[in-house]
């Protein structure tokens, strides 16, 4: 995992900020550092908003900061856990009745997810380790869904899966947008980031290389320029 020499960072309220480069140059270390998973040695990652600096994953997630780690199976899932459990891990708060968490409201909660994000399942007590890797990341969405996050950072939040699953993540997220939320959206597809990116962050050895903007209009041959 590449370290980062130099990086400075603002993301915008119902913006979809890209950041692309070469998978050894740092983009991957970038999202670990803002949800508080890899140690920042010098700076801060900070919340505006709130004030808060993160320091760590707790307080990322109690502040409403969404990571779809591109580990997905190791980091991002209960593999062994039902989907339920999965889904409702992080969505305590909205099926509560007082201090007390409420099945009926928890249940209605998953099995909306399950129908919305049209993960394909026997039932919401499968074991994620059974789907495949498509509905595999749609439990992983349906998890940040749930928890209602402010901002999300997705790191590759489409490898590994097909087609028409990639549509349906691209809706998601636009979607996501469209609800008000800040997206840091890591990927090594050009395409996918050119596509989707309302700014975009090439990132080369560590340190950002050039900084890009939808409304500038831009191609793959200048991106690839500041990749190598």
């Known amino acids: 995992m590449h370290s980062l020499l130099c990086f400075d960072l603002e993301l915008h309220k119902q913006e979809i900020l890209g950041i692309g ?29 709130s004030g808060t600096v993160v320091k760590n994953a707790q307080i990322a997630f109690t502040n409403s900061i969404g990571y779809v780690s591109k580990n997905r199976d190791t980091e991002s899932l209960e593999l062994n856990a039902s989907i339920y459990n999965n889904i409702a891990s992080t969505g305590y708060d909205k099926n509560n009745v007082g201090p007390f968490i409420s099945p009926r409201k928890e249940k209605a909660y998953v099995d909306k997810q399950i129908k919305t994000l049209t993960i394909k399942c026997q039932n919401a007590y499968q074991p994620v380790r059974a789907l495949s890797g498509g509905n595999k990341q749609k439990v992983v969405f349906g998890k940040w869904c749930a928890d209602d996050a402010d901002i999300l950072i997705l790191d590759c939040p489409t490898r590994g899966v097909d087609i028409g699953v990639k549509a349906a993540m691209y809706q998601l997220i636009y979607d996501m947008k469209k609800q008000g939320k800040s997206i840091i959206m890591i990927s090594e597809e050009l395409p996918e980031l050119m596509g989707m990116s309302d700014r975009l962050l090439i990132m080369r050895d560590g340190e950002v290389s050039g900084e890009f903007f939808r409304k500038d209009g831009y191609d793959d041959r200048t991106l690839i320029e500041y990749m190598i």
């Open 21 to 49: 480069g070469l998978s050894d140059c740092g983009m991957h270390t970038v999202g670990r550092a803002l949800y508080g998973l890899a140690q920042v040695l010098d700076g801060q990652v900070l919340i505006t908003k």
